[in-house]
């Protein structure tokens, strides 16, 4: 995956002003990775999923931020409370094709799709745990809790009602399929 100035996600985008506790070192494979920060400073404005990606280490837990909101019950969770273990590189061979179909090299480098993975399942992950605050009111989870945290972008949400209807109409010849090969099974006999 390339950006705008046609550097790899991976790289660090030179500047003259030096980044924030990373500096840039060529790996083997001729690829600049960017190396995180020591281990006692914290990376301003990355994610803790973003920041496991970079330094090779797995998500071992979920971080939430304390604002933004409603739901009660410690939204600032610290981070030994839960520890999730996820298996990772569920997604790599889907993330591939993806990211091949959007322009990137049809093998690309693993630390990235393990990046887009995080990304992926932190986003993922955020949504539910949104919808399940939307509907703790009503006590139930429903399809409708997504379209209304997506309401706002038109392009997530046309394209979930797209595959919503898609869906139900699968359904529906699968039932009617069914429903015809039980009719012939009676009246053959």
């Known amino acids: 995956m390339q950006n705008p100035s046609g550097h790899h996600p991976a790289t660090a985008a030179p500047s003259s002003a030096p980044s924030k506790g990373k500096s840039s070192a060529p790996n083997p494979s001729g690829h600049h990775a960017a190396t995180p920060a020591p281990s006692g400073t914290p990376s301003k404005g990355k994610s803790a999923a973003a920041q496991a990606a970079a330094s090779g280490q797995g998500s071992s837990s979920h971080h939430h931020s304390a604002g933004g909101g409603g739901g009660g019950g410690g939204g600032g969770a610290d981070a030994s409370a839960t520890t999730l273990k996820r298996k990772r590189g569920v997604f790599q061979k889907d993330l591939q094709h993806m990211m091949y179909g959007f322009g990137d090299d049809p093998n690309p480098l693993p630390e990235t799709v393990a990046l ?52 139900e109409e699968l359904k529906q010849a699968r039932k009617a399929f069914d429903v015809d090969e039980e009719t012939l099974a009676t009246t053959n006999i």
Do not use: C, P
Not at 121 to 143: I, M, P, W
Not at 145 to 155: A, E, P, S, V
């Open 116 to 167: 887009v993975e995080d990304i992926v399942v932190e986003y993922v992950t955020d949504l539910v745990h949104k919808a399940q605050n939307v509907a703790s009111k009503r006590g139930k989870l429903l399809t409708e809790d997504f379209l209304y945290l997506i309401r706002k972008d038109l392009r997530k949400l046309h394209r979930a009602t797209v595959l919503l209807s898609m869906n």
